[in-house]
C-alpha cells in the first residue's frame, strides 16, 4: 500500500489527480473500521490530515466556509452559536472520542443515508465546494449532492474541499431517533432551519430513504401559513393543526424501508413526531 | 514505513510498520505497551483510548501513517512515579474494576474529562464516557470512582 500525506491542497489535489483509486481518509473513523475489518484493503491511503486549508473555518461577507477536516469537537466548540443546527446533530455522533476525530467533510464523504451532518445541512441551504487539479474548484448544492447509499457527486480526481453557509437567521432544531443516546446510528432524524431574513423553512431528513432528503411541500406550506397569518411580524406560533401538518408533509417526503434499524412505518410515524416538535421549537427559539 | 513518534514522553522509533494498521496494533504489538486494549476495532467501547497530539481518541481508529511525529500519552503515561494516578486509585477503590479490560479506557477517559471539569456532574460524568463499555461493572461504581477521583485531584490541588 502507498501512504500519501501531502501537505497542501494543491498537493493533495495533485496526488488525487495521479491515484484516482487513492482513498481519501480524515479522521479515519470511517475508513478505519473497513480497513480493520479487511472490507477495505486500498492500494493508495490519502491522509489528509494534515492539509492546514482543510482544518480551519472562516467567516466572509455573511458566509461561513467551514472546511472539510473541521471536526464535530470544533464544530460544538466553536460553531455552536451560528450553526446551532449542525452543532445539535454533531453532539449527537458517536462518543468524545469520536467527534475529536470524525469531521463533517467525512461524513459527506462516506454520504451514507443516516449521516448526521446531512440534514442540518440540506435544511440551512448548504453548498459543498469540490475541486480537482484539473478543473479547480465547483460548488455543488447539498439537494445535488446525494446521488445514492453511499454514493456522492464526487468524480474520481476530486476532494471535498469546504462547505459554505450562512450563520443561521433563525431557530434551527435536530431531532434523531435510535436506541440510545450515545453512539448510535439514527433510525431516522430530521433537521430544521427557520429564516427569518429570507421568510423561509428549511428541512433535512436522515435515514428514511437512499439519500438524505429535503421536504419541499412541507417547508412551502409551513412557510405559506407563517405568512398568510402575519406570524413573522407577530412571533407567534402557528396553530397545533398546522404544525401537525407540517409532520405530516415531512413524513409524506420520505422514502424509508424496512431495516435492521426500524420499519418503514415507524420511520414514517417517527417523522411525523419530529417534524412537528422540532418546528415547534425552532419557531420558538428565534422569535 | 518507519514510524516516529513520541509516546508518554519518550521517543520511539520502529520499522516495518504497515501504514494502514491502527495505532492500538503498533503501541500493543510493535512498542511493548499493551495498557490500550483491543476489543472491537470499530471505535465503540474504547477500550483503545489514548491522547493523540492532547485529544482523546480510540487509537484502533487511527492509521500508523497518521501517527507519523505525534506525540501520544496512553495508559501507561499517566501513573506517577510514587505509584497509581489518583484516577486509578479511585477506580480500585470504588470497585470499579472487576475484569479490568475496559479500565485502561475508562481511565484516559475519566483524566480528559477532569482535566477539562474538575467538578462534573453526573450527566456530564454519563456523556463524557458514553465511548467507553464496560460488560461487568455496571456503570454506578465507575461513577462513584469519577466522583472519587474529582475530589482526591481537588484535594491535591488544595494542597499544593
Ligand atoms: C463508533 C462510531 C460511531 C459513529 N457514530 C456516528 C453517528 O452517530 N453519526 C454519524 O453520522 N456518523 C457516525 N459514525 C461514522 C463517522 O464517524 C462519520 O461518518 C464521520 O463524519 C466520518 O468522518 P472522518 O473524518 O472520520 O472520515 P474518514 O473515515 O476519514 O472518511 C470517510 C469517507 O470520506 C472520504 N473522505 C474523507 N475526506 C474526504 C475529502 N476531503 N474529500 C473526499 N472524500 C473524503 C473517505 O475516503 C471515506 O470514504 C460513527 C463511526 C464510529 C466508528
Ligand atoms: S478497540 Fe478501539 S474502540 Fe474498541
Ligand atoms: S470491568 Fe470487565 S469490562 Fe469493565
Known amino acids: 500500500m502507498e501512504f500519501l500525506q501531502p501537505s497542501t491542497w494543491e498537493e493533495a489535489l495533485a496526488a488525487k489527480a495521479a491515484f484516482p483509486d487513492a482513498v481519501p481518509i480524515q479522521g479515519g473513523t470511517d475508513v478505519m473500521v473497513e480497513m480493520n475489518f479487511d472490507r477495505r484493503r486500498p492500494d493508495v491511503l490519502l491522509d489528509l490530515g494534515r492539509v492546514r486549508e482543510l482544518a480551519d473555518w472562516a467567516s466572509d461577507a455573511g458566509s461561513l466556509r467551514v472546511g472539510a477536516g473541521v471536526t464535530y469537537a470544533r464544530v460544538i466548540a466553536e460553531l455552536g452559536a451560528m450553526l446551532p443546527g449542525l452543532a445539535l446533530a454533531a453532539r449527537t455522533v458517536g462518543s468524545p472520542q469520536i467527534r475529536n476525530r470524525g469531521t463533517v467533510g467525512g461524513n459527506l464523504g462516506a454520504a451514507s443515508p443516516a449521516g448526521d451532518s446531512h440534514p442540518p445541512l440540506l435544511a440551512a441551504g448548504a453548498v459543498y465546494e469540490v475541486a480537482s487539479a484539473a478543473r479547480g474548484a465547483r460548488r455543488i448544492p447539498a439537494h445535488e449532492f446525494y446521488l445514492g447509499p453511499k454514493r456522492n457527486a464526487l468524480e474520481p480526481d476530486e476532494l471535498i474541499a469546504a462547505i459554505y453557509l450562512a450563520p443561521a437567521a433563525g431557530g434551527q432544531q435536530f431531532a434523531k431517533v435510535g436506541t440510545r443516546n450515545a453512539m448510535v446510528i439514527a433510525a431516522c432524524s430530521f433537521a430544521v432551519a427557520v429564516d427569518r431574513s429570507a421568510r423561509t423553512i428549511g428541512t433535512g431528513i436522515g435515514s428514511a430513504g437512499p439519500t438524505p432528503l429535503q421536504a419541499p411541500d412541507a417547508e412551502r406550506y409551513l412557510a405559506g401559513v407563517i405568512t398568510d397569518e402575519g406570524l413573522w411580524e407577530s412571533g407567534r406560533l402557528p396553530d397545533e393543526a398546522v404544525l401537525e401538518r407540517f409532520g405530516a408533509l415531512v413524513a409524506d417526503a420520505a422514502r424509508p424501508i424496512d431495516d435492521v434499524r426500524a420499519t418503514a412505518s415507524y420511520r414514517r410515524h417517527a417523522l411525523t413526531v419530529m417534524g412537528r416538535r422540532t418546528a415547534t421549537w425552532a419557531l420558538r427559539d428565534g422569535r | ?160
Not at chain 2, 27 to 36: D, H, T, V
Not at chain 2, 112 to 137: F, K, Q, V, W
Request: charged share 25%; net charge negative.
Open chain 2, 1 to 160: 514505513m518507519r514510524l516516529k513518534c513520541t509516546v508518554n514522553g519518550e521517543a520511539q522509533e520502529v520499522d516495518g510498520v504497515w501504514e494502514g494498521e491502527s495505532l492500538l496494533y503498533v503501541l500493543r504489538e510493535r512498542m511493548a505497551l499493551p495498557g490500550s486494549k483491543n476489543a472491537c476495532e470499530q471505535g465503540e467501547c474504547g477500550s483503545c483510548s489514548v491522547y493523540l497530539n492532547g485529544n482523546l481518541v480510540c487509537s484502533c481508529l487511527v492509521a500508523a501513517g497518521q501517527a507519523e511525529g505525534a506525540d501520544i500519552t496512553t495508559v501507561e503515561g499517566l501513573a506517577r512515579e510514587d505509584g497509581l494516578h489518583p484516577i486509578q486509585r479511585a477506580f480500585v477503590e470504588a470497585g470499579a474494576v472487576q475484569c479490568g479490560f475496559c479500565t485502561p479506557g475508562f481511565v484516559v477517559a475519566t483524566h480528559d474529562l477532569l482535566r477539562r471539569n474538575a467538578d462534573p456532574s453526573e450527566m456530564e460524568i454519563r456523556e463524557a464516557l458514553a465511548g467507553n463499555l464496560c460488560r461487568c461493572t455496571g456503570y454506578t461504581k465507575i461513577v462513584d470512582a469519577v466522583r472519587l477521583a474529582a475530589e482526591r485531584l481537588e484535594l491535591e490541588r488544595r494542597q499544593a
